[in-house]
């Protein structure tokens, strides 16, 4: 079955609303050009950066910082319950804090917001939420709103405009003299559209794709997914969408650090989801695939490209083309979503009703 499946639940729907979104938030950002100039002035000045969510949105913070990294520009991720109740006194006036939330209403990002906003010498406060009419965005200095629509189940749609949005951020804040907004949004919108046509093509066959999933990963006990630098965030979300939507355990890891221990790990109960978008890594990622999969494991590999680079028929690879490595995440996340629905549905789970958890998370 290829396009939208008849009668598609909220979830799968949002799922496949997400070439939209993306393209949604890089229209948004053109209209926000003041607020880019702004963000760049004041990082100028800056010693460094924080950036800061809970969830998907501190997820979609370490790919943010890993970039910025590679632009000269120290960034510091950390979750906002450890920054607000922990790490708030290193705050400075010199350290602007973007603090992403897609909701902009959830406890602990609320709490460190009005902190900052009543400090004395505090720093710059950035917020990046689904439209501006929250706590955090009218506490903000500098707001941008990512425009992603509405959202009700677990978060795809904004997680892919966060993305959009912070690929936009990173180039302003470590943008030379020269910068242009003009041009930064130019260069973001040609970036997203790359982006989104990638996810178009990976949703062709939404039902296929799902079940081609579902037999990789079948009843196996042990599901990890890995990922280095931006695919770090990739990884950090699939498994997060993996125990929202279907129940699932999943567990997250630096891909390097899944041989100091985990390894023990491999064997035919093992499911990996090896996400392999980093050029400088591809190699050792490859041969790690390689090695799981002697050792009997089932493995998937999300790379760059078209995915046939040499494994042959070793592994199950998904290529997911040649993308901005901040936008890489948002579309290789997407086969861990479609495997997240399809589980749902094979366990008669509504994936986009949480019977715990909620939405927005009101309290600590």
């Given at each position: 079955?290829?396009?939208?499946?008849?009668?598609?639940?909220?979830?799968?729907?949002?799922?496949?609303?997400?070439?939209?979104?993306?393209?949604?938030?890089?229209?948004?950002?053109?209209?926000?050009?003041?607020?880019?100039?702004?963000?760049?002035?004041?990082?100028?000045?800056?010693?460094?950066?924080?950036?800061?969510?809970?969830?998907?949105?501190?997820?979609?913070?370490?790919?943010?910082?890993?970039?910025?990294?590679?632009?000269?520009?120290m960034a510091t991720p950390v979750s906002t319950a450890e920054l607000l109740h922990f790490r708030v006194k290193a705050l400075t006036a010199a350290t602007p804090v973007v603090a992403v939330?897609?909701?902009?209403?959830?406890?602990?990002?609320?709490?460190?917001?009005?902190?900052?906003?009543?400090?004395?010498?505090?720093?710059?406060?950035?917020?990046?939420?689904?439209?501006?009419?929250?706590?955090?965005?009218?506490?903000?200095?500098?707001?941008?709103?990512?425009?992603?629509?509405?959202e009700q189940g677990p978060s795809t749609k904004t997680f892919a405009a966060t993305l959009v949005m912070l690929r936009a951020l990173v180039d302003a804040v470590a943008g030379g003299e020269r910068f242009d907004?003009?041009?930064?949004?130019?260069?973001?919108?040609?970036?997203?559209?790359?982006?989104?046509?990638?996810?178009?093509?990976?949703?062709?066959?939404?039902?296929?794709?799902?079940?081609?999933?579902?037999?990789?990963?079948?009843?196996?006990?042990?599901?990890?997914?890995?990922?280095?630098?931006?695919?770090?965030?990739?990884?950090?979300?699939?498994?997060?969408?993996?125990?929202?939507?279907?129940?699932?355990?999943?567990?997250?890891?630096?891909?390097?650090?899944?041989?100091?221990?985990?390894l023990e790990l491999s064997g035919p109960e093992l499911a990996a989801a090896i996400i392999s978008t980093e050029p400088a890594t591809d190699a050792l990622d490859r041969a790690l695939a390689r090695e799981l999969r002697r050792y009997g494991a089932a493995v998937l590999t999300i790379a760059a490209g078209d995915g046939a680079a040499g494994d042959g028929a070793a592994t199950d690879t998904i290529g997911i083309g040649r993308l901005h490595p901040m936008l890489a995440p948002a579309v290789a996340v997407i086969p861990l979503q479609l495997l997240a629905w399809q589980l749902a549905k094979d366990s008669g789970r509504d994936p986009a009703r949480m019977l715990r958890a909620s939405k927005v998370t009101t309290r600590e």
């Open positions: 079955m290829s396009g939208r499946p008849a009668g598609a639940d909220r979830f799968l729907a949002e799922i496949l609303d997400q070439p939209a979104a993306m393209r949604a938030a890089a229209e948004g950002l053109g209209r926000q050009r003041a607020q880019l100039d702004e963000l760049h002035l004041r990082s100028r000045r800056a010693a460094g950066l924080v950036l800061t969510g809970m969830g998907s949105s501190f997820d979609a913070c370490l790919a943010a910082a890993s970039v910025l990294a590679r632009l000269g520009v939330s897609q909701s902009g209403s959830s406890a602990e990002i609320v709490r460190l917001a009005r902190h900052i906003s009543e400090a004395t010498g505090r720093p710059p406060l950035v917020s990046l939420t689904n439209d501006t009419a929250n706590p955090l965005a009218q506490l903000a200095d500098i707001a941008f709103d990512m425009t992603a629509g509405a907004a003009a041009e930064l949004c130019e260069a973001a919108a040609a970036d997203t559209e790359r982006a989104a046509l990638e996810a178009q093509r990976l949703l062709t066959d939404t039902i296929g794709l799902a079940e081609r999933l579902r037999a990789w990963c079948r009843d196996r006990p042990y599901l990890v997914t890995l990922g280095r630098g931006t695919a770090r965030c990739a990884a950090e979300m699939g498994a997060l969408i993996l125990k929202e939507a279907a129940a699932r355990h999943a567990e997250p890891l630096d891909t390097a650090e899944f041989r100091h221990g985990p």
